[in-house]
């Protein structure tokens, strides 16, 4: 008998928008604080390097801001990844040790995706809106699944296969709720003053972070990964046709 693989598992736009924020309001504080930490050393850095000059410590960087940004997305998996049991278990420094080794395999995914979704754009726009839906959830299948960069490009299309319009769905909800939420906080700022735009504009950007890695994370769960990929069965070893030996003969 054929092996039949298992049927493609659907995701709910809703489910995915409720769970993005129950994970969000629960961790508020972890997640907004270590945005704070992390994009605010990273600017600093970045900033002295930028203002060095020289086209070398600009490239480095570029880096740099990189390399913030990939700790904080496998910061974002792995707390996603701890609290879907009900509780989390693990503290900030667990979260961002347990990110840490997919630092790498995340900047070369996210330029290659960065490159990838630009052409697709440019090409009357809706090849890049496919190419953002079926790459979206190779971040957490890195963090979570150990996937090289390349790799996490056939894992993640092979997860929201068949479930591709409810995908895009959720990315385009959670777009919309980021981009209010950054217009309204600086639209109160405008009103104040320069420095509260300054202000509104770090508050912003700490507050909107987390969510859009949340919410690929919880999908990249409900459509089956974080178990890698299934295994293939194992073949029983051919049964034997020799005789059995002989009994042995009894003791004198």
Do not use: C, H, Q
């Amino acid at each position: 008998m054929e092996a039949t693989s298992a049927p493609p598992k659907r995701i709910a736009v809703g489910n995915v928008i409720n769970e993005t924020f129950s994970v969000y309001g629960a961790n508020l504080g972890p997640l907004v604080g270590s945005a704070l930490v992390v994009f605010i050393i990273v600017g600093i850095i970045a900033g002295i390097l930028d203002a060095a000059g020289g086209v070398i410590l600009n490239i480095l960087a570029t880096i740099v801001l990189l390399a913030g940004e990939a700790l904080y997305v496998g910061f974002v998996v792995k707390l996603v990844e701890d609290v879907r049991d009900g509780r989390r278990d693990m503290t900030m420094g667990d979260l961002f040790s347990a990110a840490a080794p997919s630092i790498l395999s995340l900047i070369a995914f996210g330029i290659l995706f960065g490159i990838g979704v630009a052409i697709g754009l440019v090409l009357i726009i809706i090849p890049g809106l496919i190419l953002i839906t079926i790459w979206s959830v190779g971040a957490p299948a890195i963090v979570s699944e150990g996937a090289g960069p390349i790799a996490a490009f056939g894992r993640s299309w092979r997860l929201v296969k068949g479930s591709g319009w409810s995908v895009f769905g959720a990315l385009i909800v959670t777009l919309i709720i980021v981009v209010l939420v950054r217009f309204v906080l600086l639209a109160i700022a405008a009103g104040i003053g320069n420095g509260a735009i300054v202000v509104a504009s770090i508050l912003a950007g700490a507050l909107t972070a987390p969510i859009f890695a949340i919410a690929v994370t919880v999908m990249f769960f409900d459509l089956g990964g974080g178990a890698g990929e299934a295994a293939a069965p194992a073949v029983a070893p051919p049964a034997t046709t020799e005789p059995p030996p002989p009994p042995a003969p009894p003791a004198s």
